[in-house]
């Protein structure tokens, strides 16, 4: 009898031991992990402390302020967050001034006071700081105006028009009123609020913002080329009214690439002289389709810098533009074969790049991967020489001048490609130190006099909480949320860390990966491959993961005795140029080899049975397993493909055309790495899982490959989806139908009967 209990006592601890998730609680996502602080932010004061969290089943955010003279948080009402001030790192002046309910609003740092400057229109953006401190200028529609922060008097600056357009035949009728009646010409000042600006004919519609410099005499101007190609639909067949109906989405890969010119309108001059970029370096001989990101002005000098990248992004400029002489002076070009990319460079998703001024306006800064890696530089404009202030097989992320043009502060993953450690880099000795190292991954903010730290950290296992430390006293930090569930707590007793590390592809390449691996007493030998999205992300890493769902589910995948491996694939963020552009031309090449090379490292060193071996993932990670499957039959047991995208030409053109150009221009390299054309490949069990309301890989994709799953006459495949689901589920319940049909696909395929 006591054998007997003994026996049922260690079944029932491992019982215990191995079952602590379920599908029903992964599959909440932040409800069962908790509501993770996200956005910290200085008051303009230094005492506060905001940030955010979104709480399940709430389509609101929750606002929250922290005060560091009580210690405490406090729930913020949507209006008090909207009246908070914040300091805005790098922005000088600017960070007390700001557009707000209908006003300008300035904030006064040594008192304390906000002064508002109502104006007569709601219609006013694009607030721009002048020389001096005490006038700014804003935008409605197509015309400038100067605003006077000392007595709030509005001037008009300068108001645009395209030149063909024609005043209609009551123009003519109006002004005979307003020159014969008083009354009218009464009524009409009454209704008119602001004075209205000189008017500047233009040969084109002017888009979007215009760009004023210092002085207020100069305006950049674009005009945009319009791309051919019509907008996709994606239809919703769940919907209030029974009835479906359609909505626009954005437009497939073009064969044309976007384009816009640029202007510098002298208002002093009343001149308009196009800037003409042809003397670049590898323009070539016909003019280039460019993108300029927003110049920077000098404060005391008619200069800008500005950001010029090619619309084929194969080649990035930085250039200095004499805006008195509109001569254009050629400061750093890099090329690219495949594209221009990296971290703190601009690149295709039209975010600007580490660029700036130092104090003196006679050198630059800048982030380059010249060297295989991105790294930042200076560049002395007179002397033209360049320095490389960081270098290594590493890469710099995110980049802060301090407030007195010094120093910098950056993060870095020097000490592993799966860490984000907190340095600091004095320009005076070139000493780079480190401030927050250990191992994980720091997202760091510096209150305004820069003497104190608030960041959000986390490790694998342990989520992101915010924490508040002294820059000279790092290692004394203090907690200041608490974020996970009770529920989760409990679970991660028993969760695995897992181990990153790396292996030898079979190009000699290493790739790192994160290792899941189940106690010998469970272990089944079999494994299942996840490949994680968008190809330039990374999850490799020693903090907590985007991916927490598939995180956790790797982790009952462990209980049940599956190894679990989560490889960084060619492509992904962190490992430098070379590793980020071994795709150019060939998805589903290289990247898909990093796992077959991954799956013979676990049958090689980790006893895994090679007929055993599942793959997954969602989005860029569904298309590999679709490769996977279609092009490497009887290498992989089974497969399931979320979100995938089955068709390349049927993507967006900022993403696509960078890495296989265009369907017109390189019709081989879409052919090479689109799935659909490999679907007669398919041997072995799949299973497809897709929203119907996607509106970046649109269901579209998974509709022309099932026909022709339909018309090759393939077996064992099947399709899940879910009408109300974009490309990043919403619901519990399409989660976890989702995770229980790979979870079914697995043990059905994986597992010795």
């Known amino acids: 009898m006591k054998i007997l209990l003994c026996f049922v006592f260690v079944c029932l601890a491992n019982n215990l031991l191995f079952s602590q998730l379920d599908l029903g609680q992964i599959m909440k996502g932040p409800g069962f992990v908790g509501a993770l602080p996200e956005t910290p932010e200085w008051s303009l004061d230094g005492q506060q402390i905001y940030y955010t ?55 006064d740092a040594k008192t304390h006071q906000v002064k508002s400057f109502p104006l007569f229109t709601n219609e006013f953006w694009n607030l721009q700081l002048l020389q001096q ?13 100067k605003f006077d922060l000392t007595n709030g008097l509005a001037q008009p600056l300068v108001s645009y028009q395209k030149e063909e357009r024609q005043k209609d035949s009551q123009d003519g009728f109006s002004a005979t009123e307003l020159e014969l009646f008083e009354s009218v010409r009464k009524k009409q000042l009454q209704n008119t609020k602001l004075d209205e600006p000189y008017v500047f004919s233009l040969p084109f519609e002017p888009a979007g913002a215009f760009q004023v410099d210092p002085s207020a005499r100069f305006v950049v101007l674009k005009q945009e080329i319009e791309q051919e190609g019509k907008l996709t639909e994606v239809p919703h067949f769940i919907a209030s009214d029974a009835h479906v109906f359609n909505e626009k989405a954005r437009s497939k890969v073009q064969n044309t690439e976007p384009t816009a010119h640029y202007y510098l309108h002298d208002i002093q001059d009343n001149s308009l002289a196009k800037l003409n970029f042809e003397h670049l370096t590898q323009m070539g001989s016909a003019e280039r389709a460019l993108f300029l990101h927003p110049l ?14 090619s619309s084929d992004n194969k ?7 004499n805006l008195e002489t509109q001569q254009i002076q050629e400061l750093e070009h890099q090329h690219d074969s495949a594209w221009i990319g990296g971290p703190g460079i601009s690149s295709w998703n039209m975010e600007t790049g580490t660029l700036g001024w130092l104090k003196d306006a006679q050198s630059i800064y800048f982030q380059s991967e010249e060297s295989g890696y991105s790294h930042l530089y200076t560049l002395d404009l007179q002397a033209k020489t360049k320095m490389a202030l960081t270098s290594g097989n590493f890469e710099v992320h995110q980049v802060q001048l301090a407030n007195d043009s010094s ?15 907190f340095h600091h880099l004095d320009l005076k000795t070139l000493q780079f130190k480190p401030v927050l190292s250990d191992q994980g991954a720091y997202e760091v903010q510096l209150s305004p006099n820069e003497k104190q730290m608030v960041y959000r950290f986390s490790t694998a296992t342990q989520p992101w909480e915010l924490f508040i430390a002294g820059f ?5 930090a203090l907690q200041i949320t608490q974020s996970t569930t009770p529920q989760f707590d409990a679970a991660t007793l028993n969760f695995q860390k897992p181990q990153v590390l790396s292996f030898q592809a079979s190009d000699g390449v290493s790739v790192y990966a994160r290792l899941y691996e189940p106690k010998a007493a469970i272990k089944n030998g079999a494994a299942v491959l996840f490949v994680h999205g968008a190809g330039y992300l990374q999850n490799a890493h020693h903090y907590w993961s985007h991916y927490h769902r598939e995180y956790m589910f790797h982790q009952l995948l462990v209980e049940k005795g599956y190894t679990v491996l989560d490889v960084d694939y060619r492509a992904s963020e962190g490992y430098g140029r070379n590793y980020r552009t071994a795709i150019y031309r060939h998805m589903g090449g290289r990247d898909l080899e990093d796992f077959k090379d991954a799956k013979d490292f676990l ?49 967006n053109h900022e993403y696509t055309t960078n890495i296989l150009n265009t369907p017109e221009a390189d019709p081989e390299a879409y052919r090479q790495s689109s799935p659909i054309y490999f679907a007669e490949g398919l041997a072995d069990p799949l299973l497809i899982l897709h929203g119907m309301i996607d509106d970046n890989v649109q269901f579209q994709d998974v509709v022309r490959l099932n026909q022709r799953l339909i018309e090759l006459g393939k077996k064992d495949w099947w399709m899940a989806l879910y009408p109300v689901e974009r490309h990043g589920f919403q619901y519990t319940s399409s989660w976890t139908d989702e995770y229980r049909r790979i979870l079914e696909l697995f043990d059905t395929y994986l597992l010795k009967n």
């Open 53 to 107: 969290k979104k709480f399940p089943d709430s389509a609101q955010t929750t606002y929250y302020s922290y005060a560091l003279e009580t210690g405490q948080s406090k729930v913020l009402t949507p209006e008090a967050w909207e009246a908070r001030w914040v300091w805005n790192p790098g922005a000088g002046a600017l960070n007390y001034l700001r557009i707000h309910e209908q006003q300008i609003q300035c904030f």
């Open 133 to 145: 401190c005490n006038q700014v200028v804003f935008q409605q529609k197509h015309s400038l105006y």
């Open 296 to 309: 920077i002005f000098a404060q005391t000098k008619p200069l800008a810098l500005c950001d010029i990248r």
């Open 315 to 321: 080649d990035r400029w930085i250039v200095c533009i």
């Open 407 to 421: 120093s910098f502060y950056l993060s870095t993953n020097l000490y592993h490609p799966g860490t984000r450690s």
């Open 472 to 476: 000279k006293n790092p290692n004394k």
């Open 603 to 651: 049958v090689k060193s980790y006893g895994i049975d090679a007929s055993r071996v599942g793959i997954y993932g969602g989005s860029y990670g569904g298309f590999i397993t679709l490769m996977a499957l279609f092009t490497k039959p009887n290498e992989f047991a089974c497969g399931a493909a979320l979100r995938a995208v089955t068709d390349w030409a049927h993507y």
